[in-house]
């Protein structure tokens, strides 16, 4: 068990210092250039607003299979990035834990598309999003990048190595746990 929650903790910390790669000088020239979309979230939230730990309501992660009890971590390869909470299963096999990036826009990771090996688009409660990670699908671990105001993503990684097939893909936790997530976010003002 504490295997696996410390290569959570890496890949969770890997997820987070790739996340501050795209936030780095690329998109800054893409707002000086324009190509940022003015107004890409009509339903804009702030997640910036909630505590760390508030991002999913202690029902929503019951029903992922978590603990209710999330836990505020930092990020371990560089602590001036944003902390996260970090919700695990009893047997620590199974996790998410939840970031948010003011400042970075969904777009800036759509521009980088090429330094991921596993990318793609999609909407997750009515909220652009992204599947982003330096590893294949099936790996135990996943990443999705969601807008919740032009200028702000939350990340949520999960991790899973309950399954006993490999490869597993723990994309659709990530997923339910940003749906669960946005929904409760107030208004961005």
Same mark, same amino acid.
């Given at each position: ?26 998109? &800054? ?9 003015? #107004?890409?979230? !009509?339903?804009?939230?702030? $997640?910036?607003? =909630? ?26 390869? &560089? ?9 695990? #299963?009893?047997? !620590?096999?199974?996790?998410? $834990?939840?970031? =948010? ?85 107030p208004a961005a003002e």
């Amino acid at each position: 068990m504490a295997l696996s929650f410390r290569f959570g903790v890496a890949v969770l910390a890997a997820f987070l210092a790739s996340g501050c790669a795209v936030g780095g000088s690329s998109g &800054d020239e893409n707002s000086e250039a324009g190509s940022q979309p003015t #107004s890409e979230i !009509g339903d804009s939230r702030d $997640a910036a607003a =909630v505590q760390q730990c508030s991002l999913l309501k202690s029902e929503d992660v019951q029903v992922l299979g978590l603990s209710p009890n999330g836990e505020v971590k930092p990020n371990e390869l &560089d602590p001036s990035m944003p902390d996260n909470c970090t919700w695990q #299963s009893g047997d !620590g096999k199974k996790s998410v $834990a939840l970031t =948010v990036f003011p400042g970075r826009s969904i777009q800036q990771y759509r521009d980088n598309s090429d330094s991921y090996v596993d990318f793609s688009e999609m909407t997750i409660a009515g909220h652009p999003a992204v599947q982003a990670n330096a590893s294949p699908p099936g790996g135990g671990s996943c990443g999705i990048f969601l807008g919740t105001k032009d200028d702000q993503v939350l990340l949520a990684v999960a991790i899973d190595f309950t399954k006993a097939e490999k490869p597993y893909d723990p994309c659709p936790l990530a997923k339910s746990a940003l749906e669960a997530s946005v929904p409760t976010l107030p208004a961005a003002e």
